[in-house]
Structure formats: structure tokens, C-alpha cells
């Protein structure tokens, strides 16, 4: 995302305040805990702006990232209105299997990557 070195210094700071980081006395930062997740289907302004954020960094990245080091996929369904919440709660499994087998929290990971997933109503 487009941040300036202050913005990211505002936020680490923002983040050491709120005792989601912590610095160690090498100077570097490092996780309080392995895993932060805000509850799915909450009304937010705040996380609405992130969403809004993503999808527009998402739609650079068609252009700017070599299609080997990304992957967008789009998939249509006919569904029963009826199973849209179990089909949320698949697409939500999904996501915490993704995250417990590849996100390095352990700080072993090479790149930050960003997933999303949208369902969303075409009718």
C-alpha cells in the first residue's frame, strides 16, 4: 500500500501503544501474541475504509504484479438465499485453515502477502 515512512512510524508506534507489538531491545518489533482477527459481519467504519483500501490495492496489483506472484480468481454461484449463511461459515473455515497452515507467525516467512475473499450479491 502507498504509506510514507512517517505514516509507518505513526502506526508502529499506534501498535506498540496498544501493546500489539512489542519492541525487543534489538530494536526490532515483534508480535505480542501470534494472531489478531476482528469478528466477521461487524459494522465498522474503520474496517469498511481497510476493505476499500484493499480492493483498490488489489485492482493495482492486476497491472503492477507479474501474474506468477499473485493470484485473482473470480467464481459465480446460483445459490438458495437460505445457505448464504452456511456458505459464509465455509468460506470463514476456509480462511482459519489458510491462516493455521501458511501464515508465519514464527517469523520464519519470507513475504506478506494479503488474501481476500469477496461474496458478494450480482442479482
Known amino acids: ?11 508502529i508506534l499506534t501498535l506498540v501503544r496498544a501493546g500489539l507489538l ?3 531491545e534489538n530494536g526490532k ?3 505480542s501474541r501470534g494472531y489478531y482477527e476482528t469478528p466477521a459481519d461487524t459494522p465498522s467504519e474503520l474496517i469498511r475504509r481497510f476493505h ?11 497491472d503492477s504484479v507479474p501474474v506468477e506472484d499473485r493470484y ?4 459465480f454461484l446460483t445459490i438458495k ?6 456458505l459464509k461459515e465455509s468460506v470463514e473455515e476456509f ?3 489458510i491462516n493455521s497452515v501458511y501464515d508465519r507467525t514464527d517469523l520464519s516467512g519470507e513475504e506478506v502477502y494479503q488474501f481476500n475473499l469477496q461474496l458478494l450479491p450480482l442479482t
Not at 53 to 62: F, I, Q
Not at 72 to 75: D, E, L, P
Request: charged fraction near 40%; charge should be negative.
Open 1 to 11: 500500500l502507498d504509506v510514507s515512512h512517517e505514516e509507518s512510524e505513526r502506526a
Open 29 to 31: 518489533f515483534e508480535l
Open 95 to 97: 480462511r482459519k485453515e
Open 72 to 75: 485473482v480468481i473470480s467464481n
Open 22 to 24: 512489542v519492541e525487543k
Open 52 to 62: 476499500f483500501e484493499s480492493l483498490d490495492y488489489a485492482k493495482t496489483c492486476l
Open 81 to 86: 438465499k437460505s445457505d448464504l449463511p452456511r
